[in-house]
């Protein structure tokens, strides 16, 4: 009997030290600024509406496919209510950016919730203070997009 040729390859082991686990470990990225989802949909439109205006407009397929899934993943259109809360979280210093994009992009609607998809914000911030936080940003969600 011949020896059977492995049916899948070797997973390559990440090349950096990025994890984004109870301990927030982001290399390079650590004390980047980021943003939410909502407020890259409204960067993006408005370099385009701007390049629109000079007509350089090069619209590939990744830009595309990017617009499209920031349409249906955005959780706020507006640009009022990305500033307000994008003003909300800013008030959290304990708060990496990291976690606060992430809390702003998946408004999550209990703290339990946050705290499962975003690990690291176990030991950061009460249950109490980050449920009022999710609240506020729910109520900016569901009375006026």
């Not at 686990?21 to 439109?45: K, M, Y």
């Amino acid at each position: 009997m011949s020896a059977m040729a492995p049916t899948s390859r070797t997973r390559e082991q990440p090349q950096g030290d990025e994890e984004a686990t109870a301990d927030l470990r982001l290399g390079e990225f650590q004390n980047v600024p980021t943003l939410t989802l909502s407020e890259a949909r409204l960067l993006i439109n408005a370099v385009m509406d701007h390049r629109k205006q000079q007509r350089k407009v090069a619209e590939t397929e990744t830009l595309i496919k990017t617009q499209d899934y920031l349409d249906v993943f955005a959780r706020f259109k507006q640009k009022e209510n990305i500033e307000a809360v994008e003003r909300m979280l800013a008030t959290h210093d304990e708060l990496e950016y990291f976690e606060r994009s992430q809390l702003g992009s998946l408004c999550c609607e209990s703290a339990e919730e946050a705290k499962t998809l975003i690990p690291s914000l176990s030991n950061k911030i009460s249950d109490a203070d980050l449920q009022e936080l999710l609240d506020e940003i729910t109520k900016l969600r569901n009375f006026v997009e």
